[in-house]
Each structure stands twice: as structure tokens, then as C-alpha cells.
């Protein structure tokens, strides 16, 4: 399994900044840099958001892997958006896309998953009359980043089950147990979260 | 105490468990069987996870059917499968989800889990990505995350079937220890010496019900 964007426990800076404040900014520099159209501003945030991985001291173990997912990604999005709108176009869509994708994974690498279900259930609690569960909508956003986790190690280990036996390039051989390991993982955690009390309320 | 009171269950047409009569007091209590002998069903009506299609079940005096939540909070469980009983990214959190109705602050929670976890051999272990965790150590996450309840009752279906020997023993010292009332299914009959009471089921039904010499030589007896 590959613990890409997995938390980082540190004490640095940005380690430090309570996390519905850095969930609030992280929003903000996503809204901002999707507004923005200037190549030049879009760089200098960029350049920001790699400085703040300096200060997060961020291992380079870690950074390589960031750098190599996002500049697969850049490289693709940048020969579509070129080939569809042209050179300048395509730099900003791409400056975007790095900046804010760097931004959220330098979140989750500083961030822990509880303290951002915590603000997630503080942010919402006004909303509690109206209706909405707090609690629910925190252990929501916490499974779902369990379950990229969970469902990652399920694909590697299909994937080498199929290559085991020489399916590598059949999709049935993935297709199908995949789903069904899914499936019962789905069935399993469902379980276990009603023996931990769970919807008992 | 833990009563089973002419219990039956079927899936469909299908007869799983029938005329399941059983006052379980003692501190330690296991269930053997053959695959499908219906074990994990049994064993899950102890916290209302299956309800039996006839008769009842009472745990302390309440019924699962109809005191779910109490019952729960009363009686935890271990499942087989460590990884799907894991429902946050690192260890620490793990526990501390199950502490979230405890009234303590998030600081305390933290710091309680911490505890927990020290205590089941997982020291130093609460920042750790739960899922990077070894087969073995994400089996006693999932046991802290339960004993974090304080239940009364801890119920475990197979906890040790995807384990190694070394993990295997640990688990099982780690069981002798506990002041809870413990109910283990399992297929490690060697795990069953400290055992007080061995119930045996075969095609749904209790064959055997006695001290682990006598109620293992019938299992015996029964597959050869
Ligand atoms: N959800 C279900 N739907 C239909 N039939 C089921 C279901 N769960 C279990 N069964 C059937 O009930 C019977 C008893 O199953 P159970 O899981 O209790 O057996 P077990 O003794 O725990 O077996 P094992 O040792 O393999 O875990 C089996 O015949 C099984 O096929
Ligand atoms: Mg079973």
C-alpha cells in the first residue's frame, strides 16, 4: 500500500496551525487561485505553497513522491490543455491544478484526520438545528480518507493475485474480485461499526 | 451472564442454528465447530449484530433485539479480519474514536488512547499509520479499541486465524489477562487450555458442552 498523502507527525509551524484555521486557508488559496489568471501571481503562490513544505520540514522522501504523482499529472494536463487552448492557457490551468493539489496534500501531510473531523464537527455545529449531524458528517470525511487507503490495498493485492497468476492484462481478473473484496470490506467495516456503537444513536 | 433461550436462526429456507439452549456465566467460554456449524452466527447475537429468528437471547438481562445500544455497550467485539475494523488513519485516532462519547476533551481522549495502546504492547505506536501496522499489531489495535470501551463482555470470532504462531500466543495471554468476561470462537483448539467451558456445535446445533478435555475429545470424535 502507498501511504502517498498519509499524515507526518511534526512540530513545525505549520504543523502547529489549528487545522479548521488551515482547512479555512486551504479553501481560500484554492478559491484565489482558480480566480486568478495572471501566470505571474500563479507562480508566485506556487512557489509559496513549495517554501511552506521547507517550513512544514517536509521529508524529502516524501516530497519526491509528491512531486513525481503531481508532475505525471502536469505533463498531462498540460499536453491536453496546449494541444486544446495553447501554450499560455495550458501553463495557467496547469499552475492551478499543481497548486492547489501541492497545497491539499501538504494539508493532509500536517493535518491530522481526527483534528480535521474535530473542526469539521466544530465548523458545522450551528448547523445542528437545522437538522445536520456533526458527528456523522466528521466520522464521514474520516472514512473516506480510510477508505482510499483500504481500497488502494485491496487493488494492489488483486492485482498481484492476477499477475501471480499471469492475468495481468485481463480485466475480469481484476474486475471482479476487486469488487467482491470490496464488497465485504464494505460488509466487514459496516459491521464492526456497529459493534463499536455506531448508529446507536 | 449470557442466555440463549431456545434460540434458532435461518437464512431463507435455510436452518443455521436451532434449539440453542445455553447460560454462559463463566469467565472464559469458547465455540468450536466445523465450517458453517454456525459459530460466527451464535456468537454475533451477542451484541445484536444477527438476531435470532426464534427464541431470544439476553446478555446481564437485556435483549439485543430490543436494548440494542445498551447491550453494545456492554459487550464488545473482535472480528477476524483486522483491517476492516479499522476505521482511522493512524493508531491513536483509532482508539480515540472509540472514546468520542466519553466526555473527555480531544487532548484527553489522545492521551487516554496512548495509554491503551502502551498497555496492549503497542507503545509509541498512537502516530503510526494504522494500515503500515503488521498483521499482529493491527489485531491488538482492534482489541484496544474495544477494551477502550470498558466492556463487560468481549466477544471474538477467529481473532487470531490470520496470525503467526509468535502472534498467536501473544493474542491469547493477552485474553488470559483480561478481567472481562471473554466468549472466543475459534479453529486454535491449542488456545482453548485456560478455558473454563467449551461449547461444541455441529449443523447448527450444541453437541457438546463441557470442560475443554471432554468437550475436545468429542470434537475429535466428531471429524474422524
Ligand atoms: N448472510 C448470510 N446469508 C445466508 N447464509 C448465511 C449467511 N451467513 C452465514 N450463512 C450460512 O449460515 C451457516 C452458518 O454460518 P456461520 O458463519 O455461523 O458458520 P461458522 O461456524 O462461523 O463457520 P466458519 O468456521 O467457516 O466461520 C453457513 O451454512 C452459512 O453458509
Ligand atoms: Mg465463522
Same mark, same amino acid.
Request: with cysteine.
Given at each position: 500500500? &502507498?501511504?502517498?498523502?498519509?499524515?507526518?507527525?511534526?512540530?513545525?509551524?505549520?504543523?502547529?496551525?489549528?487545522?479548521?484555521?488551515?482547512?479555512?486557508?486551504?479553501?481560500?488559496?484554492?478559491?484565489?487561485?482558480?480566480?486568478?489568471?495572471?501566470?505571474?501571481?500563479?507562480?508566485?503562490?506556487?512557489?509559496?505553497?513549495?517554501?511552506?513544505?521547507?517550513? @512544514?520540514?517536509?521529508?524529502?522522501?516524501?516530497?519526491?513522491?509528491?512531486?513525481?504523482?503531481?508532475?505525471?499529472?502536469?505533463?498531462?494536463?498540460?499536453?491536453?490543455?496546449?494541444?486544446?487552448?495553447?501554450?499560455?492557457? @495550458?501553463?495557467?490551468?496547469?499552475?492551478?491544478?499543481? &497548486?492547489?493539489? @501541492?497545497?491539499?496534500?501538504?494539508?493532509?501531510?500536517? &493535518?491530522?484526520?481526527?483534528?480535521?473531523?474535530?473542526?469539521?464537527?466544530?465548523?458545522? =455545529?450551528?448547523?445542528?438545528?437545522? =437538522?445536520?449531524?456533526?458527528?456523522?458528517? =466528521?466520522?464521514?470525511?474520516?472514512? &473516506?480518507?480510510?477508505?482510499?487507503?483500504?481500497?488502494? @490495498?485491496?487493488?494492489?493485492?488483486?492485482?498481484?493475485?492476477?499477475?501471480?497468476?499471469?492475468?495481468?492484462?485481463?480485466?475480469?481478473?481484476?474486475?471482479?474480485?476487486?469488487?467482491?473484496?470490496?464488497?465485504?470490506?464494505?460488509?466487514?467495516? =459496516?459491521?464492526?461499526?456497529?459493534?463499536?456503537?455506531?448508529?446507536?444513536? | 451472564?449470557?442466555?440463549?433461550?431456545?434460540?434458532?436462526?435461518?437464512?431463507? $429456507?435455510?436452518?443455521?442454528?436451532?434449539?440453542?439452549?445455553?447460560?454462559? !456465566? $463463566?469467565?472464559?467460554?469458547?465455540?468450536?465447530?466445523?465450517?458453517?456449524?454456525?459459530?460466527?452466527? #451464535?456468537?454475533?447475537?451477542?451484541?445484536?449484530?444477527?438476531?435470532?429468528?426464534?427464541?431470544?437471547?439476553?446478555?446481564?438481562?437485556?435483549?439485543?433485539?430490543?436494548?440494542?445500544?445498551?447491550?453494545?455497550?456492554?459487550?464488545?467485539?473482535?472480528?477476524?479480519?483486522?483491517?476492516?475494523?479499522?476505521?482511522?488513519?493512524?493508531?491513536?485516532?483509532?482508539?480515540?474514536?472509540?472514546?468520542?462519547?466519553?466526555?473527555?476533551?480531544?487532548?484527553?481522549?489522545? $492521551?487516554?488512547?496512548?495509554?491503551?495502546? %502502551?498497555?496492549?504492547? #503497542? !507503545?509509541?505506536?498512537?502516530?503510526?499509520? %494504522?494500515?503500515?501496522?503488521?498483521?499482529?499489531?493491527?489485531?491488538?489495535?482492534?482489541?484496544?479499541?474495544?477494551?477502550?470501551?470498558?466492556? %463487560?463482555? #468481549?466477544?471474538?470470532?477467529?481473532?487470531?486465524?490470520?496470525?503467526?504462531?509468535?502472534?498467536?500466543?501473544?493474542?491469547?495471554?493477552?485474553?488470559?489477562?483480561?478481567?472481562?468476561?471473554?466468549?472466543?470462537?475459534?479453529?486454535?483448539?491449542?488456545?482453548?487450555?485456560?478455558?473454563?467451558?467449551?461449547?461444541?456445535?455441529?449443523?447448527?446445533?450444541?453437541? !457438546?458442552?463441557? $470442560?475443554?478435555?471432554?468437550?475436545?475429545?468429542?470434537?475429535? %470424535?466428531?471429524?474422524?
Amino acid at each position: 500500500m &502507498t501511504a502517498d498523502g498519509w499524515y507526518e507527525p511534526g512540530s513545525s509551524p505549520v504543523h502547529r496551525v489549528p487545522a479548521g484555521w488551515k482547512f479555512a486557508a486551504l479553501l481560500a488559496l484554492a478559491a484565489a487561485v482558480f480566480a486568478l489568471r495572471s501566470p505571474v501571481w500563479l507562480g508566485g503562490i506556487c512557489a509559496a505553497v513549495v517554501l511552506a513544505y521547507g517550513v @512544514a520540514r517536509v521529508s524529502l522522501r516524501r516530497c519526491a513522491g509528491v512531486a513525481r504523482s503531481l508532475g505525471v499529472l502536469a505533463a498531462f494536463v498540460f499536453a491536453v490543455q496546449w494541444w486544446l487552448l495553447g501554450a499560455d492557457q @495550458a501553463l495557467v490551468v496547469c499552475l492551478r491544478v499543481v &497548486t492547489a493539489l @501541492a497545497a491539499a496534500n501538504l494539508f493532509t501531510i500536517t &493535518t491530522r484526520i481526527d483534528d480535521v473531523v474535530a473542526a469539521v464537527e466544530h465548523g458545522l =455545529g450551528p448547523l445542528r438545528r437545522f =437538522g445536520v449531524r456533526p458527528d456523522r458528517i =466528521g466520522l464521514l470525511v474520516g472514512l &473516506t480518507l480510510q477508505a482510499v487507503a483500504a481500497l488502494s @490495498a485491496i487493488a494492489a493485492e488483486v492485482r498481484e493475485a492476477a499477475r501471480a497468476r499471469g492475468a495481468q492484462r485481463s480485466v475480469t481478473a481484476f474486475a471482479v474480485p476487486f469488487l467482491v473484496r470490496t464488497l465485504r470490506h464494505a460488509d466487514e467495516l =459496516g459491521e464492526a461499526l456497529a459493534a463499536r456503537g455506531e448508529g446507536d444513536r | 451472564m449470557i442466555e440463549f433461550e431456545g434460540v434458532g436462526h435461518r437464512y431463507g $429456507e435455510r436452518v443455521v442454528l436451532s434449539d440453542v439452549e445455553l447460560r454462559l !456465566a $463463566e469467565r472464559r467460554v469458547a465455540f468450536v465447530g466445523a465450517n458453517g456449524s454456525g459459530k460466527s452466527t #451464535l456468537a454475533r447475537m451477542i451484541n445484536g449484530l444477527v438476531l435470532p429468528t426464534s427464541g431470544r437471547v439476553l446478555v446481564d438481562g437485556l435483549d439485543p433485539a430490543r436494548q440494542g445500544r445498551e447491550v453494545r455497550r456492554r459487550v464488545g467485539f473482535v472480528f477476524t479480519n483486522p483491517d476492516s475494523q479499522i476505521v482511522m488513519p493512524t493508531a491513536g485516532e483509532d482508539v480515540a474514536f472509540s472514546l468520542r462519547r466519553s466526555g473527555l476533551s480531544r487532548r484527553e481522549r489522545a $492521551e487516554r488512547a496512548a495509554e491503551i495502546l %502502551a498497555e496492549y504492547g #503497542l !507503545a509509541g505506536y498512537a502516530d503510526h499509520p %494504522a494500515h503500515q501496522l503488521s498483521g499482529g499489531q493491527k489485531q491488538l489495535l482492534a482489541l484496544c479499541a474495544m477494551l477502550a470501551l470498558d466492556p %463487560a463482555v #468481549l466477544v471474538c470470532d477467529e481473532p487470531t486465524t490470520l496470525l503467526d504462531l509468535r502472534n498467536k500466543r501473544r493474542f491469547a495471554e493477552l485474553l488470559t489477562g483480561l478481567k472481562q468476561q471473554v466468549v472466543m470462537v475459534t479453529h486454535d483448539l491449542d488456545l482453548l487450555d485456560g478455558f473454563d467451558r467449551v461449547v461444541v456445535l455441529d449443523g447448527g446445533r450444541v453437541v !457438546a458442552d463441557d $470442560e475443554p478435555g471432554p468437550a475436545l475429545r468429542h470434537y475429535r %470424535a466428531l471429524v474422524t
